[in-house]
């Protein structure tokens, strides 16, 4: 699933070699991706009204219902 998040944000970020992704695992069902990118991009990962990162959520919940798991995604700011 990691590689899944990592190519739809690189898809949508101005530099993509910039972003990482970081996958925490709980031992649980929860898993968490923490998602760094460059700070000219973090404008166009949240969208306008914070719809494109909604969006990405809400995929994550989805492909989480399939695999019986929640999956929680995370913007770092450094």
Same mark, same amino acid.
């Given at each position: 699933?990691?590689?899944?998040?990592?190519?739809?944000?690189?898809?949508? @970020? $101005?530099?993509?070699?910039? @972003?990482? @992704?970081?996958?925490?695992?709980? $031992? $649980?069902?929860?898993?968490? +991706?923490? @998602?760094?990118?460059?700070?000219?991009? +973090?404008?166009?990962?949240?969208?306008?009204?914070?719809?494109?990162?909604?969006?990405?959520?809400?995929?994550?919940? +989805?492909?989480?219902?399939?695999? $019986?798991?929640? +999956?929680?995604?995370?913007?770092?700011?450094?």
């Amino acid at each position: 699933m990691k590689e899944a998040v990592e190519k739809i944000i690189k898809s949508l @970020v $101005g530099s993509p070699d910039l @972003v990482e @992704v970081s996958e925490f695992a709980d $031992g $649980g069902k929860t898993v968490k +991706f923490a @998602v760094r990118v460059a700070p000219d991009d +973090f404008g166009r990962l949240i969208g306008r009204e914070g719809r494109t990162i909604k969006a990405i959520r809400s995929i994550l919940y +989805f492909a989480g219902q399939k695999q $019986g798991r929640r +999956f929680h995604l995370d913007l770092v700011e450094d």
